[in-house]
């Protein structure tokens, strides 16, 4: 069982930044980020593998936001900047704990996931 813990949330202006932490009790193959606003789906944002720090991205976030690993603390970031009023919604951190045959970006792949925390743009 591996426990991931969120921070970062919180109420920003269109055009400004917020950095999410999460910091997960255990490593596996990778790390992932997903976000689900009122009254829609969980989505992919991005994920990064602990190992060898490739990275994966949503269309709609390359450019705006990066994701980064510790490994010496188990740590996942997802620093978020020019941040749109769409990009409102509780955002997850979730911990795959292998390679699978679902592609990164598939919620399903994933193992473990935070508790959420929530990220408010205001126009």
């Known amino acids: 069982q591996v426990q991931l813990v969120e921070s970062g949330g919180g109420l920003v202006q269109a055009g400004g930044s917020l950095r999410l932490s999460c910091t997960a009790s255990g490593r596996g193959y990778a790390m992932g980020w997903f976000r689900q606003a009122p009254g829609k789906e969980r989505d992919f944002v991005a994920a990064i593998t602990w190992s060898v720090g490739s990275t994966y991205y949503e269309d709609s976030v390359k450019g705006r936001f990066s994701i980064s690993r510790d490994n010496a603390k188990n740590t996942v970031y997802l620093q978020m900047n020019s941040l749109k009023p769409e990009d409102t919604a509780v955002y997850y951190c979730?911990?795959?704990?292998?390679?699978?045959?679902?592609?990164?970006?598939?919620?399903?792949?994933?193992?473990?996931w935070g508790q959420g925390t929530q990220v408010t743009v205001s126009s």
């Open positions: 979730a911990s795959r704990a292998a390679v699978s045959g679902l592609p990164i970006r598939h919620r399903d792949g994933y193992d473990y």
